[in-house]
């Protein structure tokens, strides 16, 4: 009975051993690999596939067409490559170019079915699309303001507001500069960075690297220490999905109250929660606000309507004629209210759209209005449309420029 029972033991313990072998240490396919010559490899098991492909921003673009309000638009799309299946049913390619440094993201297509690289731990999700992440970073480049570096870090914290105007509590992500904690007397000036359509206050952070960006940034003496406020454009909802009362809610660009002037009407809430619960410099001078896509709308709109508000404001890829401006007052009398805030004399408007976004001509438009009128701005194109890899270079551009 002694030796059954020890016999038993043994083959517990394998099991055990084999089971936590299969679990945590299987071997793995390892996927994506920065090559020492600059390409990049990826591979993915799939032994009964027929065919397997990767896209993503890495690719040359491919021209596409989507039609809005009645309007056919053409923009950029990641481009597309084949893999090749190799031993093991294991699928690979290997970019035949050197793949610049930034941060890109991508993922794999099994016949047909859009899937994420499961050997690639990191991963965005951007709405309701999860994308494989793949950062190549290089010293003296500006991807390498997204990468984690031995320098003093900010704290990143999820804050709850009372909202008068959505009726419940809403969240918030903010930044506070390394030292603001042992630094109790000093006072910080403030950014406010807006998400675009179907984001949430979380967008930033995540795909944006913003706080990577903040830190290196101030550790480099180019951009001055500031608090970072990172709204939820989406009155609605509370806070980002499955982190609100929504539950499983599927994420979706389909929100009520986006763009029809109550995340306007809304922002002051904000603004005092921020200055009432940190040490703030409450000042116009000491404010700055930026937003891409529906949040470089948001940033139009809040700069005009709250012309002694901010001092600065920057509009990346802004949304601008997409939606129904008659709807709400926010939106009405746009020349007035353009006028009375340049007289005001705002420290800068920044405005960066790329060269293919398919709101391109939308803010060349608005453009040649602020000429028309001799109102001052700064501008810059970038190659590429509406992706993340532009809003990034907006953010590390805008920030450096703001409370000098």
Same mark, same amino acid.
């Given at each position: 009975? +002694?030796?059954?029972?020890?016999?038993? /033991?043994?083959?517990?313990?394998?099991?055990?051993?084999?089971?936590?072998?299969?679990?945590?240490?299987?071997?793995?396919?390892?996927?994506?690999?920065?090559?020492?010559?600059?390409?990049?490899?990826?591979?993915?098991?799939?032994? +009964?596939?027929?065919?397997?492909?990767?896209?993503?921003?890495?690719?040359?673009?491919?021209?596409?067409?989507?039609?809005?309000?009645? &309007?056919?638009?053409?923009?950029?799309?990641?481009?597309?490559?084949?893999?090749?299946?190799?031993?093991?049913?294991?699928?690979?390619?290997?970019?035949?170019?050197?793949?610049?440094?930034?941060?890109?993201?991508?993922?794999?297509?099994?016949?047909? &079915?859009?899937?994420? @690289?499961?050997?690639?731990? %990191?991963?965005?999700?951007?709405?309701?699309?999860?994308?494989?992440?793949?950062?190549?970073?290089?010293?003296?480049? $500006?991807?390498?303001?997204?990468?984690?570096?031995?320098?003093?870090?900010?704290?990143?914290? +999820?804050?709850?507001?009372?909202?008068?105007?959505?009726?419940?509590?809403?969240?918030?992500?903010?930044?506070?500069? /390394?030292?603001?904690?042992? &630094?109790?007397?000093?006072?910080?000036?403030?950014?406010?960075?807006?998400?675009?359509?179907?984001?949430?206050?979380?967008?930033?952070?995540?795909?944006?690297?913003?706080?990577?960006?903040?830190?290196?940034?101030?550790? $480099?003496?180019?951009?001055?220490?500031?608090?970072?406020?990172?709204?939820?454009?989406?009155?609605?909802?509370?806070? /980002?999905?499955?982190?609100?009362?929504?539950?499983?809610? $599927?994420?979706?660009?389909?929100?009520?109250?986006?763009?029809?002037?109550?995340?306007?009407?809304?922002?002051?809430?904000?603004?005092?929660?921020?200055?009432?619960?940190?040490?703030?410099?409450?000042?116009? @001078?000491? $404010?700055?606000?930026?937003?891409?896509?529906?949040?470089?709308?948001?940033?139009?709109?809040?700069?005009?309507?709250?012309?002694?508000? %901010?001092?600065?404001?920057?509009?990346?890829?802004?949304?601008?004629?997409?939606? @129904?401006?008659?709807?709400?007052?926010?939106?009405?009398?746009?020349?007035?209210?353009?006028?009375?805030?340049?007289?005001?004399?705002?420290?800068?408007?920044?405005?960066?759209?790329?060269?293919?976004?398919?709101?391109?001509?939308?803010?060349?438009?608005?453009? +040649?209005?602020?000429?028309?009128?001799?109102?001052?701005?700064?501008?810059?194109?970038?190659?590429?449309?509406?992706?993340?890899?532009?809003?990034?270079?907006?953010?590390?551009?805008?920030?450096?420029?703001? %409370?000098?």
């Amino acid at each position: 009975m +002694k030796k059954i029972t020890i016999l038993l /033991a043994i083959l517990m313990l394998n099991f055990s051993a084999f089971a936590q072998q299969a679990l945590w240490g299987g071997a793995n396919v390892e996927s994506p690999v920065i090559n020492a010559d600059g390409t990049v490899t990826f591979r993915y098991r799939a032994p +009964k596939a027929v065919k397997v492909q990767v896209t993503g921003d890495f690719l040359p673009t491919q021209k596409m067409v989507f039609e809005m309000n009645g &309007n056919k638009m053409e923009y950029d799309a990641p481009g597309v490559a084949d893999l090749k299946e190799g031993p093991g049913g294991v699928w690979e390619y290997t970019t035949p170019f050197v793949v610049a440094p930034e941060m890109y993201t991508y993922t794999f297509t099994v016949d047909g &079915n859009s899937v994420i @690289d499961n050997n690639n731990v %990191f991963v965005n999700r951007d709405i309701a699309s999860l994308t494989s992440v793949l950062l190549v970073p290089k010293a003296g480049e $500006r991807s390498d303001l997204y990468a984690i570096h031995r320098v003093p870090h900010g704290t990143v914290s +999820k804050v709850w507001y009372p909202s008068k105007t959505a009726g419940f509590d809403r969240r918030l992500t903010v930044y506070t500069p /390394a030292g603001y904690e042992e &630094n109790t007397k000093t006072k910080y000036p403030v950014l406010y960075v807006l998400h675009g359509i179907g984001g949430d206050e979380d967008a930033w952070v995540t795909q944006g690297r913003a706080t990577q960006i903040l830190d290196n940034l101030i550790a $480099r003496g180019e951009a001055k220490p500031m608090i970072v406020v990172f709204t939820n454009g989406n009155i609605s909802q509370e806070a /980002a999905p499955l982190e609100n009362s929504m539950d499983y809610t $599927r994420p979706t660009m389909q929100l009520p109250q986006t763009m029809e002037g109550t995340f306007e009407t809304s922002f002051p809430e904000v603004v005092k929660f921020i200055d009432s619960h940190y040490r703030t410099i409450a000042k116009k @001078d000491s $404010r700055a606000i930026c937003g891409l896509s529906m949040g470089g709308f948001h940033t139009l709109y809040n700069t005009i309507n709250y012309p002694d508000l %901010f001092g600065w404001s920057g509009m990346f890829s802004a949304a601008i004629g997409v939606s @129904d401006t008659s709807i709400s007052p926010i939106y009405q009398d746009f020349d007035k209210k353009l006028a009375t805030y340049f007289s005001k004399k705002p420290k800068l408007l920044w405005i960066g759209c790329g060269s293919t976004d398919f709101l391109i001509q939308a803010n060349r438009d608005f453009m +040649k209005k602020l000429d028309e009128n001799k109102y001052p701005y700064t501008f810059m194109e970038t190659d590429g449309g509406h992706i993340w890899r532009n809003w990034r270079i907006y953010l590390s551009e805008f920030v450096p420029l703001i %409370f000098k």
